[in-house]
């Protein structure tokens, strides 16, 4: 199972664009990079998901270099509302017998 | 629609009673994943359920814990004689079968052991 390492912590303010890096240096050739999110008292939630180069959705944009090695997690224009832990996970549950880790994650603050 | 749901969403209890946590997934979803989550911490997986099966029962915790799943429905996690480290979020998702698909979490049970 691919371990994975991003910053445990981030501060930023409305308006800015916020970029989280996750390193996964050893990435298998079939694995996906998913990204989730976590407010408090809930449970996470699928923001955005990526194999190679760049994937771009309603929420966030996700950017994974040719060696895969890492990949970077940007929200344009944060909002106080965007608050909240953020996930990166390597692999594929389904082969993997159920198991993703998910790691302690980055816990991102925005202020006004 | 419906997403996924866990009851109960808080439960206490005193040390050494058994404790059962429910988990409907959203239909049609025939994976479904328990896992824990203490304060301040990441995930720990626990138990993947493909359909009624569950191929890898290693990651629960000790001999206390099991869980079943009936008519790839919903799943049942249930911890014998509760111990204070038991105390945590137990948070059950649930995804399609297909590779890559992404899980849907529910909110959680909150489980407090006195």
């Known amino acids: 199972l691919a371990k994975t390492t991003q910053p445990i912590s981030m501060d930023s303010y409305e308006g800015q664009e916020v970029n989280i890096t996750c390193s996964h240096n050893?990435?298998?050739?079939?694995?996906?990079i998913t990204w989730y999110q976590q407010f408090p008292s809930q449970g996470p939630r699928f923001i955005i998901q990526g194999y190679k180069t760049k994937v771009t959705n309603e929420v966030a944009s996700l950017f994974i270099p040719a060696d895969r090695k890492s990949s970077t997690l940007s929200l344009p224009r944060v909002s106080l509302s965007d608050t909240a832990v953020y996930y990166c996970?390597?692999?594929?549950?389904?082969?993997?017998?159920?198991?993703?880790?998910f790691g302690q994650g980055t816990e991102l603050s925005v202020k006004p | 629609g419906a997403g996924v749901s866990q009851s109960p969403s808080n439960k206490v209890t005193e040390k050494g009673k058994d404790v059962e946590l429910r988990c409907d997934p959203i239909s049609g979803h025939t994976a479904l994943y328990w896992y824990r989550q203490r304060l301040g911490q990441g995930l720990e997986f626990l138990i993947y359920f493909q359909g009624n099966s569950a191929p890898d029962k290693s990651g629960l915790p000790s001999d206390r814990f099991s869980a079943e799943r009936t008519g790839e429905s919903v799943s049942t996690l249930t911890i014998q004689r509760t111990q204070q480290e038991d105390s945590a979020v137990y948070l059950c998702?649930?995804?399609?079968?297909?590779?890559?698909?992404?899980?849907?979490f529910g909110d959680g049970t909150r489980l407090s052991i006195l």
């Open positions: 998702a649930s995804s399609l079968p297909d590779r890559y698909q992404p899980q849907h």
């Open positions: 050893n990435i298998a050739t079939n694995d996906y």
């Open positions: 996970l390597v692999g594929d549950a389904y082969n993997q017998g159920g198991k993703l880790i």
